[in-house]
Each structure stands twice: as C-alpha cells, then as structure tokens.
C-alpha cells in the first residue's frame, strides 16, 4: 500500500507566497515521475507542475517563473514553492506520483488534495 500525503495549503493575500509539500510512503520500490495538478470549482483537473526522477521540470505557462518543482529522492517528498500568487490560483492542490511498488508494480497515486485559497 502507498501512500501521498500532502500538507502547506491555506488562505493568503494576492502576491504572497505557499509552499506545498508532498510525502510519499509505503511499499515503494522507486518513485518515477512526480507532479502538483490543481482543480479549480468547475474547472477540469489541470498539471501545475511536473519533475522526472532525474529532476526535469515542465510547467503550465499559467504559472511559468512563478512556481518552482522540487524534489527529494532521499525522502520520497515533492514541494511545490507558490509566489506571486494570484486570485485564479485558487484550487484543490493534489500530489501525483508514479510508483513502482515492491511487487513491481508500476502505478500512479493521487493524495487527497489540499486548498489553496488566493484572496484579491
């Protein structure tokens, strides 16, 4: 069983800075990709954020030199630094993963999502 369990959401002023962090755990044999996806009241599920393994970064153009990807393989973890954040950030933050687990298993994982709240 694995597991993704995010943390850092909450409410903060137009321009200030969140920072969103996953933990990932369980019966990991190695995490591949991993990503940040948000989902806005009434809006599909979109990708913020995405880093492979060997650390490669790809970006949604809405949120380009805004936020930045990290990773720490040593701790099974992904962040997700949030500046300059604006009202149409607002939305349900989920972690995503793709695992290999002990069984080798090759599968991906959701957490269960943490709001991000962007005031004007």
């Known amino acids: 069983q694995v597991q993704l369990v995010e943390s850092g959401g909450g409410l903060v002023q137009a321009g200030g800075s969140l920072r969103l962090s996953c933990a990932a755990s369980g019966s990991i044999f190695s995490i591949n990709d991993m990503a940040w996806y948000r989902q806005a009241p009434g809006k599909q599920r979109e990708l913020v954020a995405g880093?492979?393994?060997?650390?490669?970064?790809n970006y949604a153009d809405s949120v380009k030199d805004r936020f930045t990807i990290s990773r720490d393989n040593a701790k099974d973890t992904v962040s997700l630094q949030m500046n300059s954040l604006k009202p149409e950030d607002t939305a349900v933050y989920y972690c995503?993963?793709?695992?290999?687990?002990?069984?080798?298993?090759?599968?991906?994982?959701w957490g269960q999502g943490t709001q991000v709240t962007v005031s004007s």
């Open positions: 880093i492979t393994s060997g650390g490669s970064t």
């Open positions: 995503n993963a793709e695992i290999t687990t002990t069984r080798r298993f090759r599968l991906v994982y």
